[in-house]
């Protein structure tokens, strides 16, 4: 098993420009969720999924957008990047705490610059 | 909403002596997790703990949960140069569905 994988590993955008990060796991897990990692901020929530065809805010939303069209892959949109979303994005599954296996697994993260 | 608070920041210890970090919720946990994220790595999970006062041990590593679930900590004994890295504690209440990170210690450790 892969785990969890995301593509790309490294991206550098311009102010304004699009882009879409994807997240995938071969695991089965319902549960997915995107963060974002900054110096001295821990990770912080941007969107979560609980199921195929199901999205959530999280903590930090705004700025993002994200599907769920497959059980396997959750993708994260950036519209128009800003500045201010320069960060590393971790992607993580879990199996979804009503079955009680709440461990999360993270994938190696994108680091993503925006100039 | 809940809060998840975690002492200290930063802390630099010589190889063999103790570290302890502390985590502290704002609400009552239905969980918590701890996860080890080592330079330019991704988070890892450590453990978790569920019942009020639960006491786990994995070798050099001891996690406690405190009794009204809304604080937790984690021990490391004597620690070693491999333990070098960032310790986040992670809590759930019963009504979310997602974890919320504390903002992690990092932990250096000097030969």
């Known amino acids: 098993n892969a785990g969890v994988t995301q593509t790309p590993k490294f991206r550098v955008l311009k102010t304004g420009q699009s882009m879409t990060l994807l997240c995938a796991q071969d695991?089965?897990?319902?549960?997915m969720y995107w963060y974002r990692q900054d110096p001295g901020m821990g990770l912080r929530l941007i969107h979560y999924?609980?199921?195929?065809?199901?999205?959530a805010k999280g903590e930090v939303p705004d700025g993002y957008n994200v599907s769920r069209l497959k059980k396997q892959n959750f993708l994260l949109g950036l519209e128009s990047a800003a500045p201010s979303q320069t960060s590393v994005y971790f992607c993580?599954?879990?199996?979804?705490?009503?079955?009680?296996?709440?461990?999360?697994?993270f994938g190696p993260g994108t680091r993503l610059l925006v100039l | 909403g809940q809060q998840v608070m975690q002492i200290p920041q930063y802390q630099h210890v010589q190889e063999g002596e103790d570290f302890t970090t502390y985590c502290n919720s704002s609400?009552?946990?239905?969980?918590i997790q701890w996860y080890k994220q080592r330079p330019g790595g991704h988070p890892v999970f450590l453990i978790q703990l569920v019942k009020s006062g639960e006491v786990k041990k994995q070798k050099r590593l001891t996690f406690q949960f405190g009794e009204a679930k809304k604080n937790s900590s984690l021990h490391i004994t004597a620690t070693q140069t491999t333990d070098v890295g960032t310790y986040f504690c992670?809590?759930?209440?019963?009504?979310?569905?997602?974890?919320?990170f504390g903002k992690g210690t990092s932990l250096l450790v000097t030969p």
């Open positions: 993580a599954s879990t199996w979804g705490h009503p079955k009680g296996q709440e461990t999360q697994y």
């Open positions: 695991m089965n897990h319902e549960y």
């Open positions: 609400t009552t946990l239905s969980n």
């Open positions: 992670a809590g759930r209440s019963n009504s979310g569905y997602a974890l919320n």
């Open positions: 999924s609980v199921g195929e065809g199901t999205t």
